[in-house]
């Protein structure tokens, strides 16, 4: 089940809201409502889950049960103040959480790999990767961490454990939410009309951001990039991997909105997870806009670890990038991208945030653009060798400079690819600051905001009635 469909639009979470809200009526006691509402959100968190792996629901509940006993058993032995044993929990833990990832997403990208040297002829394991499995693993490890750090208090409540991390709004795609987040409002929340109305306008964007734009995007970045790449424009090249930049942003960000959104309909606050990546003047701030909640996860749980015995920079820092690739997917093309971004964070900070200030802006600008757009090529193709050929056409006009395919495809879509760079910008935010200060702003904000909401609702379900299945990117992640 996708959030982009029909069936979880206009039935399965309309049915669930109706759930929640018919307990917020009818049970008086603020604390039997919480609870009620968080047994709804299991419940319909197991079948939403359920629905696209019914087979591996039961891994989903396994790593939930070991977890769940695992920080019991760090609790009690942090109260009887035995480090040693608290250790070899943790240690436990993190062999345990970071295996099940290998097996299921890494084993036959190692055992590949592996067949390359001479005498070894393994067999390559074939397993399904179990969706969700990165976003549900990083936040286990997130609380089980914390809890060793002694930031969380551990949760006893079975039930309470199982709701953060099967809760279906976050749960197959992000964003990475940290139990700290939520901890209070596992049991302490209220849905209010304001945040409800918040979170579904949040939803309708992110609906509208995947539907609309991400989708349309994809079928000009296919036209281009589907076929044979020696017969590429220079241009042609270029404005095929911009348009894909576009794609993967509205797609992720998307999904993120959509999640956040629901989020609030809940009465759950998750944090930001995308904040307008393109407007960013470096390739540091870009990443500081970039997927935060695992930007931020590398950067608290990944960086700071000591190698050989030591906290080392600049070892740290090349930990951190190639997880950060390898964690996109098991290709050698997303460690290469990884790397990429590293190295290019890697000179900004050699250079230093004064100097990098006082180049001109319009350069700071350009020099970042070029570099994002070159490292979504390298995303985009997992064939080595067709990454080759991308790198090839980018600089060397095999193809020519132009052709009548590019003009066409730019004329043929000139208004969905003005929109999308238009949509890149932050205009809800622009609009918010402008309705603060001028009140007749203000009431026409207020009586337009529904009336966008429902025209991006019937545009986005108009456009799902004869599509066809288009999961978010990063369900394969």
């Known amino acids: ?43 319909f968190s197991l079948i939403f889950y359920a629905w696209g792996e019914p087979s591996y629901i039961i891994l989903l509940l396994a790593s939930v049960l070991v977890n769940y006993l695992l920080g019991l058993c760090m609790g009690r032995c942090k109260q009887k103040a035995n480090e040693k ?34 005498m070894i002829d393994l067999p390559v394991p074939k397993l399904r990767l179990p ?20 930031k969380v208090e551990q949760q006893r409540n079975p039930l309470h454990f199982l709701l953060y991390i099967s809760m279906f709004p976050q749960l197959v795609a992000g964003p990475i939410v940290r139990y700290s987040t939520i901890a209070a409002e596992i049991t302490d929340r209220r849905i209010t009309l304001t945040e409800f109305s918040a979170g579904l306008n949040r939803f309708v964007i992110g609906l509208a951001k995947k539907v609309i734009l991400s989708n349309h995007l ?26 894909y930049a576009m794609q993967v942003y509205f797609d992720f960000s998307g999904y993120s909105d959509m999640a956040i959104g629901m989020g609030l309909m809940f009465g759950f606050h998750f944090d930001e997870n995308f904040r307008h990546p393109f407007l960013c003047k470096d390739i540091s ?27 080392r920079k600049y070892g740290g820092l090349f930990l951190v990038w190639f997880c950060t690739g390898l964690w996109h997917g098991a290709s050698w093309n997303f460690v290469l991208w990884g790397l990429y971004f590293g190295l290019f964070t890697f000179m900004e900070q050699a250079i230093g945030k004064k100097r990098m200030k006082r180049i001109p802006l319009v350069i700071r600008h350009i020099y970042s653009k070029l570099v994002i757009l070159v490292g979504f090529g390298i995303f985009y193709f997992e064939s080595l060798p067709r990454l ?10 095999t193809g020519g400079f132009a052709d009548q395919y590019l003009r066409l495809s730019v ?34 904000f207020g009586a337009l905001t529904p009336v966008c909401n429902l025209v991006l609702l019937i545009v986005s379900s108009v456009l799902l009635v004869d599509a066809t299945n288009n999961p978010f990117l990063y369900f394969r992640f």
């Open 1 to 43: 089940m996708v959030f982009s469909s029909l069936f979880f639009l206009y039935l399965f979470l309309p049915v669930c809201l109706l759930c929640c809200g018919l307990f917020s009526v009818f049970t008086k006691n603020p604390r039997r409502r919480v609870e009620a509402q968080n047994t709804v959100l299991i419940l």
């Open 85 to 118: 044993s608290t250790k070899v929990v943790m240690i436990f833990t993190l062999i345990f959480n970071i295996g099940l990832l290998v097996v299921f997403k890494y084993s036959g990208f190692l055992v590949e790999n592996l067949n390359l040297l001479p």
């Open 131 to 150: 969706i969700g499995i990165s976003f549900y693993t990083f936040q286990i490890l997130s609380y089980q961490i914390d809890l060793y750090w002694d």
């Open 218 to 243: 994809s079928v000009i970045v296919e036209d281009f990039f589907g076929g044979d790449l020696s017969q590429l424009t220079l241009l042609g090249t270029w404005y095929a991997v911009a348009v």
């Open 285 to 311: 701030e870009f990443w500081q806009r970039w997927h935060i909640s695992l930007g931020t996860f590398f950067r608290d749980y990944l960086l700071y670890i000591p190698i050989f015995g030591k906290r």
């Open 388 to 397: 080759g050929t991308f790198f090839k056409a980018l600089v060397i006009p």
């Open 411 to 444: 004329q043929n879509h000139l208004w969905l690819l003005l929109t999308a760079v238009i949509c890149c910008f932050p205009l809800v935010e622009w609009f918010k600051k402008l309705a603060g200060k001028n009140v007749g702003a203000a009431y026409l």
